[in-house]
């Protein structure tokens, strides 16, 4: 990662002369190995960019730094006092900028955005699945309506599942 977080830097500073005047010479970059729900975010008070590491390893440089520009833009409005949200001149800005008319980056991540859910399995097959483990011994309810042990489920493993 320490080659792409100096391009990042090299990048961020490039774009600002080129894109935002130097207005964000206070702001800071950096990667996350933790971001998974998002490509990138701007924290406001800290002046923060903060763009998903896993993002880059998955879609290459070339989006990565259209996120990059996407959170500048949120930072070039907010050093200027204005909302700094995904307000109508962010998306002007936007467009102009990258060509993008889309704000949303979460759809990208969806390989990151697995959630891992339990899987049962009665002895007649019966599967089920859980978002967490069952503590408890639990026999299968289409098997028997009361508790019954010669239909116990037992578990089988995690799996995981893309929402
Ligand atoms: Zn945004
Ligand atoms: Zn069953």
């Not at 399995?121 to 299968?140: A, D, F, L, Q, W």
Request: proline share 4%.
């Amino acid at each position: 990662m320490h080659e792409f977080s100096s391009l990042l830097a090299k990048t961020f500073r490039e774009l600002d002369i080129q894109l935002f005047q130097g207005r964000l010479a206070d702001v800071r970059v950096e990667f996350s190995e933790r971001m998974t729900s998002a490509a990138g975010r701007y924290f406001s008070r800290r002046k923060l960019i903060r763009l998903s590491a896993p993002y880059l390893r998955l879609h290459g440089w070339e989006k990565c730094r259209t996120t990059l520009i996407h959170e500048m833009i949120h930072a070039y409005l907010d050093v200027q006092g204005k909302p700094c949200g995904h307000t109508p001149e962010f998306r002007r800005l936007l467009k102009m900028l990258t060509g993008e008319t889309s704000i949303y980056h979460r759809e990208d991540m969806s390989p990151y955005a697995r959630r891992s859910r339990h899987l049962y399995e009665c002895p007649n097959g019966h599967r089920m699945y859980r978002k967490n483990r069952i503590r408890r011994t639990v026999s299968c309810g289409i098997c028997a309506r009361k508790f019954d042990p010669r239909y116990l489920i037992r578990y089988v493993g995690r799996v995981e599942e893309t929402s």
